[in-house]
């Protein structure tokens, strides 16, 4: 028996309806940054054609906390797109 998984495609295609989801999350994010709460970000994402976009508003000043955080997201991405073939 092997511990390794293959991450499956999960997913449909992507069209170009705009995706609803994704616009009330930064709508939030940029909600979050004007009020003062939100200091810090780093993100990506992709284009409809495939291209990938970063974004980097990172000013926050203890590494390891960020380190931490981007280590985390790593996990939560691999749990949840694993959790699927459970």
């Keep these: 028996m092997s511990n390794v998984r293959a991450l499956p495609n999960i ?7 705009p995706n609803e989801q994704l ?3 930064l709508e939030d994010l940029l909600a979050m940054a004007r009020s003062g709460q939100l200091q810090s970000f780093i993100g990506t994402g992709f284009f409809l054609d495939g291209a990938r976009v970063a974004s980097w508003g990172d000013f926050h ?9 981007l280590s985390w997201l790593h996990a939560e991405y691999i749990h949840r797109h694993t959790e699927a073939q459970e």
């Design 23 to 25: 616009i009330k999350n």
């Design 61 to 69: 000043q203890n590494v390891y906390e960020m380190l931490g955080s």
């Design 11 to 17: 997913g449909n295609l992507p069209t170009s309806e």
